[in-house]
């Protein structure tokens, strides 16, 4: 950790001499130095984590290869494995299907598929063991007509894969969509016009253009399998995340757990290392001139009804249900003559936050961005890769992290929303980074360069042509941390003001306490209200260029 701090401090140095005896231009101060000093900010919780684990002294190495902690960790490596493979097993025909065919009611499948995004990990696992627990309500349904008195076990890996795939699987669903709306259709034209099938095609020339949507996708989806908490806690599958929050809540001294989470940063390091080496240099914008138009759908024929089945089957298992179980918790309360009241006053406090979350992150994310694609070299990428390190720390690290800071250093914004926001840009920077990412990727640079030969000035071609050619990655990106701002817990919990209640805290709140009717009500709402920016996001279709 304090090489990376150190490599990050001596970009201010590196970045001015970026150009020299290399092929990279130098960048230009507006860019390096905003994203130099965001990278250092989000090194904040780790240099923290750093300074615990160091207090500890020797007692961290005899934690760490224990073979309880061994045993964790490989647990932990399956379950991102899994999630991720199946993730992308869900997303990938299901971004074809919704893009590129003539499926129908495509554009509703775009939005319903995606909608599981929205829903907290701790909602989704209370509704899996509610539906598909031992003796839950699927059990009841089928008890009757086929005298069934229990279901298999779904505790443990099993019900941890499904719950964690199933509201983490859209990060890369909508990195491949945006992907298939920016592809150029010309390339895949000219194969099928050399006499190569639709498979030869896709393998060919669709899936190389595909490869930064699916690092960034399936980027994203191992590091949330990697924070996640709810999901697995409430399915008893001890993770990282699940050991590193009893070590809070049972040790006074929170050294140990500090050094459990150093670990889950060096398995991020790990992920992001191995990310890295699969990218490659390859172009993914035309490099000629030419027109642009939208591609040919294509006509599913005799796949059409079992293609409409796989999207109604991902949509039943991920949204319906627990929608269902949620509605049943409401009719159920109301039944019983419990008070349920809408919670308006916290719909508008998260609506507000998430919004100011979701503007200052994409911000931040562009000067990243564009230093990683347009002034890739060591230095170029150092930023980027540190600001996916947060990403993979639970909520409740980076929010302590944050209360030691703000308590210590920063009084006058402690338990204000700066703070709370500041913790946020932390958490899903990555988010709009990645997407951002990927649309600079698919635009020339020819662009940029002939409006610099033109005499406007880095500031001027970065306003009034980079930022609207990536414009859908920036937009992407927001609504992303729009959407997972609205169901962040433990950061709220902890830095949000005194009073200021979200619908994720008003959920917590609710369930802690066993009131599953009155915390199905803001949970309920909290989906309706996502539903909105995300309907609006994924049925964005890009205009002909002529």
């Known amino acids: 950790m304090g090489v990376v701090i150190g490599k990050t401090l001596s970009?201010?140095?590196?970045?001015?001499?970026?150009?020299?005896?290399?092929?990279?231009?130098?960048?230009?101060?507006?860019?390096?130095?905003?994203a130099v000093f965001i990278a250092l900010g989000v090194l904040l919780?780790?240099?923290?984590?750093?300074?615990?684990?160091?207090?500890?002294?020797?007692?961290?190495?005899?934690?760490?290869?224990?073979?309880?902690?061994?045993?964790?960790?490989?647990?932990?490596?399956?379950?991102?494995?899994?999630?991720?493979?199946?993730?992308?097993?869900?997303?990938?025909?299901?971004?074809?299907?919704?893009?590129?065919?003539?499926?129908?009611?495509?554009?509703?499948?775009?939005?319903?598929?995606?909608?599981?995004?929205?829903?907290?990990?701790?909602?989704?696992?209370?509704?899996?063991?509610a539906a598909l627990g031992p003796r839950g309500i699927l059990q009841q349904l089928l008890a009757e007509p086929f005298g069934l008195e229990r279901l298999p076990e779904i505790y443990g890996f099993p019900g941890a894969l499904l719950t964690v795939t199933a509201v983490s699987y859209p990060y890369l669903l909508l990195a491949l969509q945006a992907a298939f709306h920016g592809l150029d259709p010309c390339l895949e034209e000219a194969s099928h016009s050399l006499g190569y099938g639709s498979w030869d095609t896709f393998r060919r020339i669709t899936l190389p253009?595909?490869?930064?949507?699916?690092?960034?996708?399936?980027?994203?989806?191992?590091?949330?399998?990697?924070?996640?908490?709810?999901?697995?806690?409430?399915?008893?599958?001890?993770?990282?995340?699940?050991?590193?929050?009893?070590?809070?809540?049972?040790?006074?001294?929170?050294?140990?757990?500090?050094?459990?989470?150093?670990?889950?940063?060096?398995?991020?390091?790990?992920?992001?290392?191995?990310?890295?080496?699969?990218?490659?240099?390859?172009?993914?914008?035309?490099?000629?001139?030419?027109?642009?138009?939208?591609?040919?759908?294509?006509?599913?024929?005799?796949?059409?009804?079992?293609a409409l089945g796989f999207c109604v089957s991902v949509v039943l298992l991920t949204l319906a249900m627990p929608m269902a179980i949620l509605v049943y918790w409401t009719t159920s309360g109301m039944s019983a003559g419990e008070s349920l009241r809408l919670a308006w006053g916290s719909a508008l406090n998260s609506a507000y936050v998430s919004g100011l979350a979701a503007a200052i992150t994409a911000v931040a994310a562009l000067p990243i961005?564009?230093?990683?694609?347009?002034?890739?070299?060591?230095?170029?990428?150092?930023?980027?890769?540190?600001?996916?390190?947060?990403?993979?720390?639970?909520?409740?690290?980076?929010?302590?992290?944050?209360?030691?800071?703000?308590?210590?250093?920063?009084?006058?914004?402690?338990?204000?929303?700066?703070?709370?926001?500041?913790?946020?840009?932390?958490?899903?920077?990555?988010?709009?980074?990645?997407?951002?990412?990927?649309?600079?990727?698919?635009?020339?640079?020819?662009?940029?360069?002939?409006?610099?030969?033109?005499?406007?000035?880095?500031?001027?071609?970065l306003i009034t042509v980079t930022l609207p050619l990536v414009r859908p990655g920036v937009l992407a990106g927001a609504a992303l941390v729009f959407l997972t701002t609205m169901k962040e817990l433990p950061a709220t919990l902890l830095l949000s003001p005194i009073g200021f209640k979200t619908l994720a805290t008003s959920v917590w709140s609710a369930t802690s306490e066993s009131l599953f009717a009155q915390a199905a009500v803001p949970a309920l709402l909290l989906i309706v209200l996502s539903s909105i920016p995300m309907a609006l996001l994924v049925t964005r279709q890009p205009k002909e260029i002529s």
């Open 209 to 306: 253009q595909l490869r930064p949507a699916l690092a960034a996708g399936s980027l994203l989806v191992a590091l949330y399998t990697l924070r996640d908490f709810g999901g697995v806690s409430l399915l008893r599958y001890e993770t990282f995340t699940w050991a590193i929050y009893i070590q809070y809540q049972t040790s006074i001294d929170r050294m140990s757990a500090a050094a459990l989470s150093l670990v889950l940063v060096a398995l991020a390091v790990t992920i992001l290392l191995i990310e890295t080496r699969t990218q490659s240099r390859a172009r993914y914008y035309r490099s000629t001139v030419g027109v642009v138009h939208l591609p040919t759908q294509r006509q599913l024929g005799r796949w059409r009804w079992p």
């Open 45 to 129: 919780p780790q240099a923290y984590l750093v300074l615990r684990a160091l207090g500890a002294g020797g007692e961290i190495w005899e934690l760490l290869f224990r073979t309880r902690t061994l045993a964790i960790l490989g647990r932990t490596v399956a379950l991102v494995i899994a999630v991720t493979a199946v993730s992308l097993a869900i997303s990938l025909p299901l971004a074809w299907l919704t893009t590129r065919t003539d499926l129908p009611l495509r554009r509703v499948w775009s939005v319903l598929t995606a909608l599981p995004l929205v829903i907290p990990s701790y909602v989704a696992g209370f509704t899996v063991v």
């Open 11 to 34: 970009l201010i140095g590196r970045l001015g001499r970026a150009g020299q005896g290399t092929h990279i231009p130098r960048p230009p101060v507006i860019i390096w130095l905003p």
């Open 369 to 461: 961005a564009i230093l990683a694609v347009r002034y890739a070299g060591k230095s170029g990428r150092l930023p980027e890769r540190v600001t996916y390190v947060g990403f993979a720390l639970p909520g409740i690290v980076i929010a302590l992290a944050l209360v030691f800071f703000g308590a210590n250093y920063a009084t006058p914004i402690y338990q204000t929303l700066g703070i709370l926001l500041f913790a946020y840009l932390i958490l899903f920077l990555p988010q709009a980074v990645g997407s951002t990412r990927t649309s600079l990727l698919q635009i020339s640079p020819h662009v940029e360069e002939a409006a610099r030969s033109l005499g406007r000035s880095v500031r001027q071609t």
